[in-house]
């Protein structure tokens, strides 16, 4: 059972910058590819961006390309995700998942985090 806790969201103006944190229990973390989602009340869950286990090949949807970008520390068994240029639109509760990928494919599992919750203001 992997455990995830996710750290660093906030409330800040539209243009600036956040970075999210998300820390596994599993000592096998680096055997998983690892996700980013984000939910607003009444909406289904949104992908965001996602990284494969050895962090040499990244996803992102293209409502935050170029703005954010996940990274990922396996010795610290930590996912990252820097968010510049934040929009009001990014306003969400951000969870971190672990799942698998292929080539072109992140799947997420059951296993997420309880969310953190970031707020841009306009």
């Known amino acids: 059972q992997v455990q995830l806790v996710e750290s660093g969201g906030g409330l800040v103006q539209a243009g600036g910058s956040l970075r999210l944190s998300c820390v596994a229990s599993?000592?096998?973390?680096?055997?998983?590819?690892m996700g980013w989602f984000r939910q607003t009340p009444g909406k289904e869950r949104e992908f965001v961006a996602a990284?494969?286990?050895?962090?040499?090949?990244?996803w992102d949807a293209g409502s935050v390309k170029g703005r954010f970008t996940i990274s990922r520390d396996n010795a610290k068994n930590t996912v990252y995700l820097q968010m510049n240029s934040l929009k009001p639109e990014d306003t969400a509760v951000y969870s971190c998942?672990?799942?698998?990928?292929?080539?072109?494919?992140?799947?997420?599992?059951?296993?997420w985090g309880q969310g953190t919750q970031v707020t841009v203001s306009s």
């Open positions: 998942n672990a799942g698998s990928s292929t080539v072109s494919t992140y799947f997420p599992t059951e296993y």
């Open positions: 599993e000592r096998t973390f680096s055997n998983y590819a």
């Open positions: 990284i494969n286990s050895s962090g040499g090949r990244t």
